[in-house]
C-alpha cells in the first residue's frame, strides 16, 4: 500500500489499482481526486472537504463521512454514506473501521462538530481534527502537528500513547519553512525516543507501507 501526502490535511491511499482519499479540503491544492475511487471525510471544515469539488466529482464515486457533512453535500451525484464511531465498511477494496466523534475543542465559543477517525485496512489511521485514541494497535498514525486547538506537548502525548511504528505530520498547511523546521525537530526527537519512522513527508512525496 503506498501513501502520498497530497497537502495539508489530505492523502492518498493506493493499492492493487484502487486509490483512496481522505479529507479533499480547501488547502491541499489541485488534482485531489485525480484517479480516486472512493474519499474520506472526517469532518466538515472547509480546510478538511472541498464541498465544489465533491459535487463535481463522478457519480461513481464513494464518499463516506459524519452525518454533518452529508447533511452539507446535499445532493450531489457521488454515492454518500453515512458513518459513525464504531461501524466497518470495505470501499475501493480497503477495509475501514470508524473510531471516535467529535473534534477537538477549538474555542469556548464555538460548538463542538461531530469528527470520525478512519482505520484503513488496520494499518493507517488517521483521526480527524482530535486525538482521538484508537484503542488498538496502530503500525502507522497521520498525527496532527498544527492547528488553533493543539499544543505540541499534546502531539508528543499523543504519539506516545498509541505508540505507532510509523507517524507522519498532518494538518500542518499553515505553517511555514520556519515552522516546517520546528515540527521536524520535534518529531525527530520522537522518532528517536521511540525508535520509530516519525517525521514529515514533504507535499507530493510517498511512503510504501508493508
Not at 6 to 14: D, N
Not at 84 to 98: E, H, Q, W, Y
Not at 130 to 138: D, R
Request: contains cysteine.
Amino acid at each position: 500500500m503506498r501513501l502520498t501526502k497530497l497537502g495539508h490535511a489530505c492523502w492518498r491511499l493506493e493499492k492493487d489499482g484502487s486509490t483512496l482519499v481522505i479529507d479533499p479540503g480547501a488547502f491541499s491544492g489541485e488534482g485531489l481526486l485525480d484517479g480516486a475511487n472512493a474519499v474520506l471525510i472526517t469532518h466538515e471544515h472547509f480546510d478538511h472537504v472541498d464541498t465544489d469539488l465533491l459535487r463535481a466529482a463522478s457519480p461513481d464515486l464513494e464518499i463516506w463521512t459524519c452525518q454533518a457533512v452529508a447533511d452539507q453535500l446535499g445532493e450531489i451525484p457521488a454515492k454518500i454514506q453515512v458513518v459513525r464511531n464504531g461501524d466497518t465498511f470495505t470501499t475501493a477494496g480497503f477495509g475501514v473501521k470508524v473510531i471516535g466523534e467529535w473534534h477537538a475543542l477549538n474555542h469556548p465559543d464555538i460548538p463542538v462538530v461531530q469528527n470520525v477517525g478512519f482505520l484503513v485496512d488496520e494499518e493507517v489511521f488517521y483521526p480527524g481534527d482530535a486525538l482521538t485514541s484508537p484503542g488498538v494497535e496502530v503500525p502507522t498514525l497521520l498525527v496532527p502537528t498544527n492547528a488553533p486547538w493543539l499544543k505540541l506537548k499534546e502531539t508528543v502525548e499523543y504519539l506516545r500513547e498509541v505508540r505507532p511504528a510509523r507517524a507522519y505530520s498532518t494538518h500542518d498547511g499553515l505553517v511555514n519553512e520556519f515552522g516546517q523546521k520546528l515540527i521536524d525537530g520535534w518529531l525527530g526527537g520522537e522518532a528517536d525516543k521511540q525508535k520509530a519512522d516519525i517525521r514529515r513527508i514533504p507535499v507530493g512525496e510517498s511512503v510504501d507501507l508493508a
